[in-house]
């Protein structure tokens, strides 16, 4: 392979920044463009629905990048949109038309909230994406709002727990039986509504939200059950779309996200995905996977480093995410859903303080921690080692 001349980076976040630090450290020397649609430098974004939103950090505080830029030797490019790729011709055009040729392409655009239907904008209704998202509403919450959270995935959870800190009304309304079931399943999401409810929110579960009312601003929430709920401050949490309306019509394949093979490579070889916005085949779980996690992101971008420089292997990971909410810290890792056999491992549902194993077709698949960190982190090594179910009951009674 001919050594690469210019890197182009799309998507100036968490994966783009980590991948363009990963590229330098595997001893890339071409030129190097990290892109971005934001205006801010790269900052890191599990701090948003907690210590910005509470006021424990400020803006300063969730930079991504410590070390000095210089090092990076990079051409950092912010407020700048890519629009096109045309991947025969090599080239990324920008909204106002300019071509950026590269002879490799990382895509790390990331995801966007999913919207509501049929809501139109009213004041006081907010979605949590971005550094100004959060700012946006930490302003809001300054003024003592009743606050409905439509959502009980983990950004939601998170943020209901730190407006609660803030000692705010809040309800916290999901559609599905439980929060946060996509990541845990309903066992362990009834766990999460629990501590909620212990917490002080009113926890409305398997109800959806008909409409989001007020003249000019928001007034009330309109529930499928038909009750309603007086609002000041609506935040949506209800999952993200991955960022491709650039890449259509690039001829990648795009299906919830870009389509990767096990190297993350989208098609081309020279062209990468990592972060949220990546869907790839993973041959560790023999599953196609789009994971919005942290670490992943981090993994990922490292993987397609990796690649783009001709060093690639199959990128097999355990997937793991942490959320925080109250002083609980919940962590997973693996696959942990309905149909899973569960075991609780250590401690218990009622303390709040537990290990809980999962298993899937015969192996140990997941773990989910509750203020238990060092145990979940020997667990996610005994998923990477692919021990069965049967080997993973026999280390849970060693
Ligand atoms: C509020 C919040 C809290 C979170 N908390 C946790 C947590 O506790 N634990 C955890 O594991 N994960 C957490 N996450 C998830 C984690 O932050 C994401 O998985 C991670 O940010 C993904 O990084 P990324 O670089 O792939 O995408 P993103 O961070 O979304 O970055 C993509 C970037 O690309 C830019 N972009 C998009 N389209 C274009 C374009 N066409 N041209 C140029 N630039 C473009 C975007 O503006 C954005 O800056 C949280 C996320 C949020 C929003």
Same mark, same amino acid.
């Given at each position: 392979? #001919? ?50 939103? &509470? ?15 210089? +090092? ?66 930490? $302003? ?16 939601? #959870?998170?943020?209901?727990? %730190?407006? $609660?800190?803030? +000692? ?18 309903? %066992? ?15 926890? $409305? ?24 709920? #007086?609002? +000041? ?45 990546? $869907? ?30 001709? &060093? ?28 899973? +056999? ?57």
């Amino acid at each position: 392979m #001919a050594p690469r001349r210019h890197i182009l980076v799309v998507g100036a976040s968490l994966a783009g920044l980590r991948g363009c630090e990963a590229l330098r450290r595997e001893g890339y020397d071409g030129r190097l463009t990290l892109l971005g649609a934001e205006s801010h430098e790269p900052y890191d974004r599990p701090p948003l629905s907690k210590q910005l939103l &509470a006021g424990s950090m400020q803006p300063a505080d969730v930079a991504l990048r410590r070390d000095p830029w210089d +090092d990076l030797a990079l051409e950092l490019r912010l407020g700048v949109r890519a629009e096109r790729l045309d991947p025969n011709a090599r080239e990324v055009t920008l909204a106002g038309g300019e071509r950026v040729a590269y002879d490799g392409l990382l895509i790390a655009t990331g995801a966007t909230p999913r919207k509501l239907r049929g809501v139109a904008p009213l004041e006081g209704l907010h979605v949590l994406r971005s550094l100004d998202d959060a700012l946006a509403i930490r $302003r809001a919450l300054e003024k003592g709002p009743r606050v409905v959270i439509v959502g009980g995935g983990f950004i939601g #959870a998170e943020v209901a727990a %730190t407006c $609660r800190s803030l +000692d705010l009304e809040v309800t916290l309304v999901e559609a599905l039986a439980q929060p946060c079931v996509r990541g845990l399943g309903e %066992t362990l999401g009834a766990v999460v509504a629990d501590l909620h409810r212990d917490h002080g929110v009113d926890v $409305r579960l398997g109800v959806g939200v008909q409409a989001i009312e007020g003249a000019g601003r928001v007034e009330r929430v309109r529930l499928d059950d038909g009750s309603a709920l #007086a609002a +000041d401050l609506v935040v949506v949490g209800i999952g993200v779309v991955p960022e491709v309306g650039w890449l259509e019509g690039s001829g990648l394949r795009l299906r919830d996200g870009v389509v990767c093979d096990a190297s993350c490579a989208a098609g081309p070889p020279e062209v990468v995905a990592a972060g949220d916005v990546a $869907r790839w085949h993973n041959p560790r779980f023999g599953e196609e996977m789009r994971v919005e996690h942290w670490t992943h992101a981090v993994e990922q971008a490292e993987a397609c480093a990796r690649q783009l420089l001709g &060093a690639g292997e199959p990128f097999a990971p355990v997937p793991y995410v942490w959320s925080d909410q109250y002083d609980r810290k919940l962590q997973i890792a693996g696959r942990v859903g309905d149909g899973d +056999d569960l075991r609780v491992v250590q401690g218990s549902f009622e303390e709040r303080r537990f290990v809980v194993i999962a298993g899937r077709g015969g192996r140990l698949s997941g773990v989910v921690g509750m203020n238990r960190p060092a145990p979940v982190m020997r667990w996610k090594r005994r998923i990477a080692d692919g021990i069965s179910w049967e080997e993973a009951l026999a280390a849970a009674e060693a």
